[in-house]
């Protein structure tokens, strides 16, 4: 069942998709639960594939894999008597490598929530999840309405040569900005969610450690006692080497190798460092006020490197992430609420998520999307299903009333008339209008 596009045959398979949106099944409400239907058996029935296919990308415990993809959001269908929500048509969908499963199977469940047909295209950075999407997605759903193409950055290409009625797109800004230009070819609206440099704020710790920042901001007299609980908490959580996710590939293994080969960095590494290219594997390392314009600190990391930046004191992190692009997210753990009011009020994210790491993209209740250079667009939850539905403004009124003063010929009362409609003032206007029909009988 695994679409295997060749050159010339995408056309064909989006024309498909497309005259299964045009027959009206997608729209109808046995159908949406159907394939919400579908994907929840095929994460029950399939657990042990998704498992194996996870832990042939990204050498992933199921345990991890369990925790971090297996999740089908709750859908619901917001509609009230002025709004009525509408599928937007046939959808896109480019999935990432880093959560090649959660990441394709979210934004795909709220769009056929709301009535669309899809193609989804998983990133070939992570080809055994890609295989098994599109070797069960079939099985389990529409086949005729849903779609999987895999192949590299040509396929996605091509398939940006058509027209579609809404894209999401995830992965890196580079890729992000050919999407939206192609997109501009047929006014396609584009959603993105981009990467980031991710920052935590770290003010107090309460037998908690966040290991799964992009970079650590903390008070100088703090970092010490930081850096050496961090060190005890890795200690204790990869006792086994299986515990650990593996780096994607070889040149994503070289891409963190070069982080960590400038010299100044080298010279700031605390802890760590150690690395094997024939398994792909780095060590969890700890780097201490690298040069903040080191690659290091510019570049989205993608790995397990901490490099962590001592300010003078905690207030000064604010004025250290205002200049910065606006990111994805912003963590901190402190118990003062005078700084937790500050964040909020002073800095600009995707989310913000105090004394906790990671935990905001399961919930379905908040959206998850960036903002700026960190991406737009948010969905999850009730949000995937806003994302892929036009809400389309519906005005019922009766034909028994009519008020003539809405059209010509033009006079004063008429104008009375308007100014209180426009300033809301009903009362008056009532009032006007009795005296109207007063004067109209007594005549």
């Known amino acids: 069942m695994e679409e295997k596009p060749q050159h010339g ?11 299964a949106y045009e027959s009206g099944r997608t729209k109808e409400l046995e159908w949406r639960k159907a394939q919400l239907g579908g994907l929840i058996r095929m994460i029950t029935e399939e657990e042990d594939a998704i498992f194996d296919a996870l832990h042939d990308d990204l050498g992933k415990h199921r345990v991890e894999s369990f925790r971090d993809e297996a999740h089908v959001p709750l859908i619901s269908f917001p509609c009230n008597a002025l709004v009525v929500p509408e599928p937007i048509g046939v959808v896109l969908i480019f999935s990432c490598w880093n959560l090649p499963l959660g990441l394709a199977l979210e934004p795909l469940s709220g769009a056929l929530a709301a009535g669309n047909a899809v193609v989804l295209k998983p990133s070939e950075l992570a080809p055994s999840t890609a295989a098994f999407l599109a070797a069960n997605l079939p099985k389990y759903l529409d086949a005729m309405a849903v779609k999987v193409v895999q192949g590299g950055p040509e396929v996605g290409e091509e398939l940006m040569e058509h027209r579609w009625d809404k894209v999401l797109f995830t992965g890196n800004a580079r890729v992000g900005r050919i999407i939206m230009t192609k997109a501009a070819k047929h006014l396609t609206p584009v959603a993105l969610e981009l990467g980031s440099k991710c920052p935590c704020i770290v003010d107090c710790i309460d037998s908690q450690a ?147 790491a990671i935990v905001q993209y399961g919930l379905d209740s908040v959206p998850f999307g960036g903002i700026g250079q960190s991406g737009f667009g948010q969905y999850h939850g009730k949000y995937s299903f806003e994302l892929f539905s036009h809400r389309k403004a519906v005005l019922r009124r009766s034909l028994l009333v009519e008020f003539m003063f809405r059209y010509p010929p033009w006079d004063e009362y008429k104008m009375g008339m308007l100014r209180r409609v426009f300033r809301y003032d009903y009362v008056s206007l009532v009032l006007a209008l009795l005296a109207f029909w007063l004067l109209g009988i007594r005549r």
């Not at 045959?9 to 024309?15: P, T, W, Y």
């Not at 993608?302 to 905690?314: A, D």
């Open 210 to 356: 966040c290991i799964a920042i992009d970079y650590i901001l903390v008070e100088e007299h703090f970092a010490p006692f930081l850096i050496e609980l961090l060190k005890s908490t890795l200690k204790r959580f990869f006792t086994e080497p299986e515990y650990m996710a593996r780096v994607l590939n070889e040149r994503h293994f070289h891409r963190l190798r070069s982080l960590l080969e400038d010299h100044q960095v080298k010279s700031s590494i605390v802890h760590g460092g150690n690395a094997d290219p024939k398994t792909l594997w780095i060590e969890p390392t700890i780097v201490l006020n690298p040069p903040l314009d080191s690659d290091i600190m510019t570049e989205e990391i993608f790995g397990p490197l901490l490099p962590s930046i001592t300010v003078k004191k905690t207030e000064d992190c604010i004025a250290f992430l205002k200049p910065k692009p606006k990111p994805l997210a912003i963590y901190a753990f402190t118990n003062d609420e005078k700084l937790k009011q500050r964040i909020l009020a002073e800095t600009s994210s995707g989310s913000v998520t105090f004394n906790d």
């Open 9 to 19: 045959s995408l056309g064909g398979l989006v024309a498909s998709v497309r005259e």
